[in-house]
T-cell receptor, first 120, second 115 residues
Framework: GNSVTQMEGPVTLSEEAFLTINCTYTATGYPSLFWYVQYPGEGLQLLLKATKADDKGSNKGFEATYRKETTSFHLEKGSVQVSDSAVYFCALSDENWWYAGGTSYGKLTFGQGTILTVHP | NAGVTQTPKFQVLKTGQSMTLQCAQDMNHEYMSWYRQDPGMGLRLIHYSVGAGITDQGEVPNGYNVSRSTTEDFPLRLLSAAPSQTSVYFC??????????????FGEGSRLTVL
């Protein structure tokens, strides 16, 4: 089945440091890939996405490139801020979700999450 | 602009008690789901629904029950609470075509402790 593996956390950085959070996946077919962010006390919200190989998703200074050859979707930001402190989740959706039925229908597979803390 | 609303935000139960977590969305989304979030395990799908009257099981459905009588509401019932159900629960919804792009809209979560 599908799976997502994120780098172990927590990650602690100083403001303006460079951020990388690694994400690799295992999937049948050709999934879409996502990063979600969860700020303290809130629900998850979509940060960025990529739906095909070599696509780059970007938002709020964060970027991630869909690398099919390495089955990866690493999250990067050139200069983090204290306000970026949150939990980050990598996720994928099965390309066949609409047709397959069964347990893959309507399912996003999430990684375990990486806690990021940015200090002033 | 309510989005997805979950109640209660916090709940403490004793083993064997039953309760219902409420979820409502005002975006006319066809798809609704419940996830549980546990440390080091990410989010795991409990149940989901693709429309009123239609529900299906996710990865970890045991001990939970759902129904979908209206488009707006998708309650999650714990039949006989166990300490293993201590978790943070998230309700999420999407328009069905948005699912292929992964755009789930999440509530703020309900933190449940079972003693």
């Amino acid at each position: 089945g599908n799976s997502v593996t994120q780098m172990e956390g927590p990650v602690t950085l100083s403001e303006e440091a460079f951020l990388t959070i690694n994400c690799t996946y295992t999937a049948t077919g050709y999934p879409s890939l996502f990063w979600y962010v969860q700020y303290p006390g809130e629900g998850l919200q979509l940060l960025l996405k990529a739906t095909k190989a070599d696509d780059k998703g970007s938002n709020k200074g964060f970027e991630a490139t869909y690398r099919k050859e390495t089955t990866s979707f690493h999250l990067e930001k050139g200069s983090v801020q204290v306000s970026d402190s949150a939990v980050y989740f990598c996720a994928l959706s099965d390309e066949n979700w609409w047709y397959a039925g069964g347990t893959s229908y309507g399912k996003l597979t999430f990684g375990q999450g990486t806690i990021l803390t940015v200090h002033p | 602009n309510a989005g997805v609303t979950q109640t209660p935000k916090f709940q403490v139960l004793k083993t064997g008690q039953s309760m219902t977590l409420q979820c409502a969305q005002d975006m006319n989304h066809e798809y609704m789901s419940w996830y549980r979030q546990d440390p080091g395990m990410g989010l795991r799908l409990i149940h989901y629904s693709v429309g009123a009257g239609i529900t299906d099981q996710g990865e970890v459905p045991n001990g939970y029950n759902v129904s979908r009588s209206t488009t707006e509401d998708f309650p999650l019932r714990l039949l006989s609470a166990a300490p293993s159900q201590t978790s943070v629960y998230f309700c999420a919804s999407s328009y069905s075509r948005g699912l292929s792009t992964g755009e789930l809209f999440f509530g703020e979560g309900s933190r449940l402790t079972v003693l």
